[in-house]
Every structure is written in structure tokens, then in C-alpha cells.
């Protein structure tokens, strides 16, 4: 008890800490963890939280985000969704590179981490695309702070040029490149796996395919783009032996290679929701605004990922955060080879995660290590982020298990939440109550409390 005062107690909880749930408080001071007591040890507080029958984690870290800012802001700002992050628990944002132009030069990059920095509600990380290939931009990126590169296998969309410039390497050469020159900085390459010329077939053999058909966006791109790009760059990566990340995986077969290929490179893979808790009958039902890309795929599929992350095949749950403006899906309905690609998930995220443990999926702690741990150990934040330890970042989020999230247009802080039609009305068990960033509370009882140019970039630390 002659421990020096700390800002403020979190009493009564119980804290999922990196071995799992504990009874125990939680003392933050300075915007950090000042350390974890048994209940009756812990020093005075200058404020208490009453945690109370709720459930303590670190805010999440969500390490695969789209705003796009500060382009197109008629589809969400880095204020509207950071506060859809703050709202979500989710304390960390990685910020994909795909903006107007590519996030793809060191110039883009400072302009960009500017931005957010004025902007944001909670803290970010910024993706740097591979841009020109060259270690002189490699180096300046990362010295930028740079939390990792970024590149697709796919062409860039059709009047998209200027967005996916050094970020779209449809040739395995470039691939390669890509991976070599990556390999050893210590910053993962996260590759969004499509074949190109897989994708320019079955586009060319579906032409007759009904626009309209739920079914047919899956038809144009089938599992087999995906598997086939997957276990090209798992095939290189032998060679190149970079720290690879898969993003969203959708498929089965793409689990099989994922399997094959274990132990051949330091590759890891993620998933997202829309792929754990939605099939392709659901695009059916919702049209358009269920469009991502790749596909949301069939109810095999979607247990084989579920099995995957049982095995620890999969290892991150990830968002795939993209806002789009209601206008813009609105036009494409019945129109789905046209149609922009995303649905907005930040808000959907964790209490998906505390229902899948609800309903015996996996434990607290498999949750928390998903999508809070993982991805800051993959991403060089550990423990920093991620984390409730001692020196951890007081990044928080508290969350009733025993209540119920109704998602819902009329509750949800994204600027997107007229097209997020994929989970209204899905009835959830776990609710985030408050959301903490760096000791000071940015979300409380469905009501944003923090402001504009509160959150911080973060950049690796190892
Ligand atoms: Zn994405």
C-alpha cells in the first residue's frame, strides 16, 4: 500500500492478461499500465472505474483498415472512422495505403501521417505501399515510420491507376522483388493474393453471367484466384524468405495451401468477419452492399476458417474496414461486377469475437490474442500494444458478456452506416461498454468522448 498513487483504478473486473482471464485490478498512470494487483494490494487512485461484472482487454489492434483519407471524404473521414473505432474498442488502426494517390512515396507518406495525426480519435499505423521497388524509398518509408508494405497480385481496377501505382504487382517477378526486398528489415509484406490472369479468365468466360445474381461476383472470382496467388508467394517465399502476411483469407483451398506450405518461411495469415459470419446466400440477400473483395464465399468455406483458426492456421482476425458513401453503392445495386468492393466492419469486430466465445468458438484468451495480440507481436508493438502488462500502453477496452449488441444503423459511428446492411439487426452476445486511450476514456456508454488529434501515430518498436 506504499506504492506511489496512480491516476486511476480499474476495480472489480476481470483483466484478460496475455495468459488469460484473471481477478485482478488494473492501475494506469502517465497513458500506461502501472501495474496489475490482486484485489485489497492495489495503491492509492486519484479516479476509479467500477468494472464491476465487466470484462477488461486491451483495446484492440486492428492491423487491416480502410479510410482512404484524405481522399474521397464523402465515404468516411479519419475523424467519423476513428470514432467508429473508439466506439468498437478498437484503440489501434493499421491504415491500408490505397488513397488518392497510392500511399506509395515517402512525400505521401509524411502527408498522410499528418493528416491522421490532426484527425484521429485513437491511435493509427499507416501501411506504405512497395512503391517503386528501390531500397533508397524502402529505407525512407521506414524510417518515416512505416508499420509494414503492402501489395496486391491483381492489376489495378479500371480507372484506379493513380490509387494502386507501386501498389499492384500482377507479375511474379515483381512479386519476388517485392518479397526480397522486404526480407530482413523486419517489417512484414501483407499481400492481397488474387491471380491476374485467373481473375481476366473467369471474367472473360462469365461475361453472360447476370449482374444482378448474388452468385455471380463469386463466379468471377472463385476460390481458386485465391489458393493459386497464395501458394505462388508461399512458393517464393522459400527463396525470398521475407515476414509475409496473407490478408482476408475466404477459402478452403487456400487453408489447404496455407497447411502445405507450414514451416517453409515466416509467413501468418488473417481473416475477417464478413467471411466468419456471412456466406455468399447472405450477398444474395444483401446484394451489393455484401460485395468484398475476395468474395464472401460458401457455409464450407466458412467452417474450414473457423477450423483453421481452432488449429492456429489462421492466427488475426482483421476488419477490411472500407467505407463506402451510400450513393456510390446505391448506383451499383444489381450492378456487381461494377460495384466498389467493402463493407464497414470496426464496429463489428469485437463483439463477433466475444459471441464466437459465447457460443464455445474458442476461449477469451484465443479472442484476445486474435485481435489484439497477434497482430501487435506480427507488427513489432508488443507489448506496448496489445497488451495489459505493466509499461503497456493504457489502451482499453471494457465489454458486458452478459449483454447483447444489436448492430444497427441507428447506433453505428461510421460515416458508412447506411451501407453497412450485412449485420443489421444481428443480435450479438458481449457489448463494448468504454473504450480507453492512453489512460483517458474515448468511448463511454454508446457516446464519444475524445476529440479530434487525441490518438498517436505508432510506429514499430523493434
Ligand atoms: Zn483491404
Known sequence: MSAKPVDTLIRGGTVLLPDGPHMVDLGLADGKVAGVYTPGTAPEAIAEIDATGLTVLPGIVDIHFH??????????????????????????????????????????????????????????????????????????????????????TTPA???????????????????LRALTLLAKTGRPLIVHAESASLLAHFEAIGKDLDPADGYTHGKLRPAVCESVAVAKLLAMNIMAQAKLHIAHVTSAETVAVLRGFA????????????????????????????????????????????????????????????????????????????????????????????????????????????????????????????ALLPGSAADIALVDLNATTTISADTLHTHAREVAHLYEGRKLRGKVVQTILAGNTVFLNGEISGKAGQGSFVTPTE
Open 157 to 175: 481496377p479500371a480507372g484506379r491507376e493513380d490509387e494502386f501505382e507501386g501498389l499492384a504487382f500482377p507479375d511474379e517477378a515483381d512479386q
Open 263 to 386: 514451416g517453409t518461411s515466416d509467413f501468418t495469415a488473417e481473416t475477417c468477419p464478413q467471411y466468419l459470419f456471412a456466406t455468399e446466400e447472405d450477398v444474395v440477400r444483401v446484394g451489393v452492399y455484401a460485395k468484398v473483395n475476395p468474395p464472401i464465399r460458401t457455409a464450407a468455406d466458412r467452417d474450414a476458417l473457423w477450423q483453421a483458426i481452432a488449429d492456429g492456421v489462421i492466427n488475426y482476425v482483421t476488419t477490411d474496414h472500407a467505407p463506402f458513401a451510400k450513393a456510390e453503392k446505391q448506383a451499383a445495386e444489381g450492378k456487381f461486377p461494377t460495384a466498389p468492393p467493402g463493407v464497414p466492419g470496426i464496429e463489428f469486430i469485437l463483439p463477433a469475437m466475444l459471441d464466437a466465445a459465447a457460443n464455445g468458438r474458442f476461449t477469451l484468451k484465443k479472442a484476445h490474442d486474435l485481435i489484439c495480440a497477434n497482430g501487435a507481436k506480427r507488427y513489432g508493438i508488443y507489448p506496448m500494444k496489445g
Open 67 to 152: 479510410v482512404r483519407a484524405p481522399a474521397y471524404p464523402e465515404r468516411g473521414s479519419v475523424q467519423s472512422e476513428s470514432r467508429a473505432c473508439a466506439a468498437g474498442g478498437v484503440t489501434t488502426f493499421f491504415e491500408m495505403p490505397i488513397s488518392k494517390p497510392c500511399c506509395s512515396t515517402p512525400a505521401e507518406l509524411a502527408r498522410r501521417r499528418d493528416h491522421f495525426d490532426e484527425n484521429t480519435f485513437v491511435d493509427f499505423a499507416l501501411y506504405a505501399a512497395a512503391g517503386d521497388l528501390t531500397e533508397a524509398s524502402r529505407d525512407e518509408m521506414m524510417a518515416l515510420g512505416a508499420i509494414a508494405f503492402k501489395i496486391f
